[in-house]
């Protein structure tokens, strides 16, 4: 692999952002209300709310990304995490979950939350590597897919 580089968004990478998550979404599920909005809006759904949306950018290419969103001051939601299926299996989903985890910290979060579905296995097997653990009291309900919540505390804001 040459070199990857993990970059903030850029609006010129709007559409890839809603492109390597829809591979993945209609692959293994269907499209639903809430990832549209996300995907469709990312200014408004993320950006504007004080998240980032992370880009892979390997020679040129994004191959990859991750948003997080602020749901409190303390508290983030890792979503629309993506990699390309041409590009899976070579570390760039953990590179971006890293940094996700560094922006987390960086902003004084003192967790981090994700939905997922238990059938991704290897996205399951990636968050656990970095220290996410399941929660089996799953509150969100926005998703129909969404049957796994997973946590990272971080620590105690001072």
Known sequence: ???????????????EFEYLNRQWIEEYFVMEDEDLKTLQNPESYVIDKG?????AVLD???????????????IYELAKMAVSKDFQGLG???ELLIRCIDF?????????FLITNNSLKPALNLYKSC????ND????????????????ILGEKI
Do not use: C, Q
């Open 104 to 112: 987390s910290k960086e902003k004084g979060a003192s967790e981090i």
């Open 51 to 55: 998240g980032e949306i992370f880009f």
């Open 131 to 134: 220290g996410f653990e399941l």
């Open 137 to 152: 009291h799953n509150d969100d309900n926005r998703y129909d897919r969404g049957n796994t919540k997973m946590n990272l």
């Open 1 to 15: 692999m040459n070199k990857l580089e993990i970059v903030p968004f850029k609006s010129d990478y709007k559409f």
């Open 92 to 94: 760039i989903g953990k």
């Open 60 to 74: 040129g290419s994004v191959v990859g990304t991750a948003a997080m969103i602020p749901i409190s001051p303390d």
